[in-house]
């Protein structure tokens, strides 16, 4: 019997974890029905399933259907201590060279999440909360780290990298595509007021490795942000090669 109990929750687990990964790149989210179809799961298991991750705040109802929950971007904000300890000196040292606030990002698709950050000390400055989801398109950081996703990951991206948040922000696939092939050009990535307005950002993606993909970036009010740009640029390529140095000496 106890075997079997534990078969049943391995089970459980297993379906849940099936919801939460097929509502991963759904930032709109799903409905029931939809949920039902892409897992192959009965409707009633589905169901019973969302309402327990509701309660635990795993998944969100939302208006447009069922999305991922706040506690799953906690969790991924926990999940990552070690890269966030690693890279704390050069963002302190970044955040005080710049007076501007320091940004660290993960990759999850279509969107970004904010794991770390340094605050600026500037009565006037950007500062976000840390496990903000921000859609990649819209973002430096995000941009930064669609650049080094393949053609096929991003062509599959696209139909969901549709949040419009400012009149900047870039809405036709093509314009997306284009921004995306400049960022591996020329290295960096640049929000000019894409994303909110009256605020600018500048991101690099870190080389850590397998695993997770880090973005680093400076948040900057736009008024700042072209004539201090040069400035900005040059210690944020610093302050990656600093945080890639430190991962390149933790793996030998």
């Known amino acids: 019997m106890a075997a079997d109990k534990e078969a049943n929750g391995s089970q459980v687990i297993a379906r849940a974890a099936t919801i939460l ?18 897992t192959a799961l009965p409707r009633t298991t589905v169901h019973r399933l969302v309402t327990s991750l509701i309660s635990q705040q795993l998944l969100l109802q939302g208006s447009e259907g069922i999305k991922l929950g706040p506690a799953l971007a906690r969790l991924a904000a926990s999940a990552h201590t070690d890269i966030i300890a690693l890279s704390q000196p050069a963002m302190e040292t970044l955040g005080r060279r710049t007076r501007e606030t320091v940004d660290l990002c993960v990759w999850r698709g279509s969107h970004t999440v904010l794991v770390s950050q340094y605050a600026s000390d500037q009565e006037l400055r950007v500062v976000s909360s840390i496990s903000t989801a921000f859609p ?4 430096a950081h995000g941009k ?4 080094e996703q393949t053609d096929d990951v991003v062509s ?63 948040a900057v009010p736009s008024l700042r942000f ?5 400035q900005l640029l040059a210690a944020l390529l610093q302050a990656k090669t600093e945080i890639e140095s430190l991962l390149v000496g933790l793996h030998k």
């Open 21 to 38: 990964r097929a509502l991963e790149n759904r930032p709109t989210g799903l409905s029931m029905s939809e949920l039902s179809k892409l």
């Open 136 to 139: 990649t398109h819209c973002a």
């Open 144 to 147: 930064a780290l669609l650049s």
């Open 156 to 218: 599959a991206l696209l139909p969901q990298l549709n949040d419009v948040r400012t009149v900047n922000t870039l809405r036709d696939p093509q314009l997306i595509l284009k921004a995306i092939q400049q960022v591996r050009e020329q290295g960096y990535a640049v929000d000019r007021e894409e994303h909110s307005r009256g605020v600018c950002g500048i991101s690099v993606a870190l080389n850590t490795g397998p695993g997770e993909r880090y973005a680093l970036a400076i």
């Open 226 to 230: 072209d004539e201090q740009f040069p």
